[in-house]
């Protein structure tokens, strides 16, 4: 299974962004996630989406500016961020293969290798 995370960029805060999470190669399970890690901190949970039933879930920091939808055809999540802010910035990886909707990293057993978001204030 590969994913392929595209889409980052250097913005300002109050700016928009739009992720793409792109998966090929075998079975994904039922759902698909975005984590973010920052400098010096641990991988934090952003957003998942079930492939069939398009259930959503969000972390508290990003509910109301974060949008997470699915391709089914082209097998692609995307994670459309508005109303960026400086705490926003960091690595964003797209992950797959867990069997539930889950905030955990432990969960999802393929990764892909990360997009950078940068938001400057």
């Known amino acids: 299974v590969q994913l392929q995370a595209s889409g980052g960029g250097l913005v300002q805060a109050g700016d928009s962004l739009r992720l793409s999470c792109a998966a090929s190669?075998?079975?994904?399970?039922?759902?698909l996630a975005w984590f973010r890690q920052a400098p010096g901190k641990e991988r934090e949970y952003v957003s998942s989406?079930?492939?069939?039933?398009?259930?959503?879930d969000y972390a508290d920091s990003v509910k109301g500016r974060f949008t997470i939808s699915k391709d089914n055809a082209k097998n692609t999540v995307f994670l459309q961020m508005n109303r960026l802010k400086p705490d926003d910035t960091a690595v964003y990886y797209c992950?797959?293969?867990?069997?539930?909707?889950?905030?955990?990293?432990?969960?999802?057993?393929?990764w892909g290798q990360g997009t950078q978001v940068t938001v400057s204030s």
């Open positions: 989406i079930m492939w069939n039933r398009g259930v959503t």
């Open positions: 190669g075998g079975a994904l399970g039922n759902t």
């Open positions: 992950a797959a293969g867990s069997m539930i909707l889950s905030n955990y990293t432990s969960t999802y057993r393929y």
